[in-house]
T-cell receptor, first 111, second 114 residues
Framework: GEDVEQSLFLSVREGDSSVINCTYT??????LYWYKQEPGAGLQLLTY?????DMKQDQRLTVLLNKKDKHLSLRIADTQTGDSAIYFC???????????FGSGTRLQVQP | GAVVSQHPSWVICKSGTSVKIECRSL??????MFWYRQFPKQSLMLMAT?????????EQGVEKDKFLINHASLTLSTLTVTSAHPEDSSFYIC??????????FGEGSWLTVV
């Protein structure tokens, strides 16, 4: 089955860019997702990328996909304190067509 | 984006009782919904895949008789935790598949069994 890994913690200063990295194992994953979770809340879909793309930009968010290395990253430009949250990377398991999640990266934005 | 609503957001129940959590897709139809469980400071664990009009598919290690899932319509799936025990206390989150395999999550439901 799919295995998704992320670093656990990232700390940046307000106004800097944040880059959260993720690796996955199933090369046939069709969609890869980034979700944001604030304390005590559900998951907010931030963006997703189809496997035949290598980049997707949406306002302050840029997703880069290196399919050869099975590496996904999320870049947040001009990071704000409101961006502090846990960010989950998820890959579509092609067998079950369900999502497999990474452990989540806690982003801390310092003023 | 699409909206998925869960109810209740918080529930406290006594040991041995059953509790039902609802998951609704508000502005789209979802033939497939998913139920996840999340322990504090951990990632999401897929419990089961709920398909409209058919039996749910449970992940290995998830007791289907304890976690009853019903997907009676294209906009509603329910999770019933039967004979709840304190170890069932957790954050339960549902999600629904929309077009182009975009998956939207509900706000989650905190269950505390006392």
């Amino acid at each position: 089955g799919e295995d998704v890994e992320q670093s656990l913690f990232l700390s940046v200063r307000e106004g800097d860019s944040s880059v959260i990295n993720c690796t996955y194992t199933d090369s046939s994953s069709t969609y890869l997702y980034w979700y944001k979770q604030e304390p005590g809340a559900g998951l907010q879909l931030l963006t997703y990328i189809f496997s035949n793309m290598d980049m997707k930009q949406d306002q302050r968010l840029t997703v880069l996909l290196n399919k050869k290395d099975k590496h996904l990253s999320l870049r947040i430009a001009d990071t704000q304190t409101g961006d502090s949250a846990i960010y989950f990377c998820a890959a579509m398991d092609t067998g079950r067509r369900a999502l497999t999640f990474g452990s989540g990266t806690r982003l801390q934005v310092q003023p | 984006g699409a909206v998925v609503s869960q109810h209740p957001s918080w529930v406290i129940c006594k040991s041995g009782t059953s509790v039902k959590i609802e998951c609704r897709s508000l502005d789209f139809q979802a033939t497939t919904m998913f139920w996840y469980r999340q322990f504090p400071k951990q990632s999401l664990m897929l419990m089961a895949t709920s398909n409209e009009g058919s039996k749910a598919t449970y992940e290995q290690g998830v007791e289907k008789d304890k976690f009853l899932i019903n997907h009676a319509s294209l906009t509603l799936s329910t999770l019933t935790v039967t004979s709840a025990h304190p170890e069932d206390s957790s954050f339960y989150i549902c999600s629904a598949r929309a077009v182009r395999d975009t998956i939207y999550f509900g706000e989650g439901s905190w269950l505390t069994v006392v």
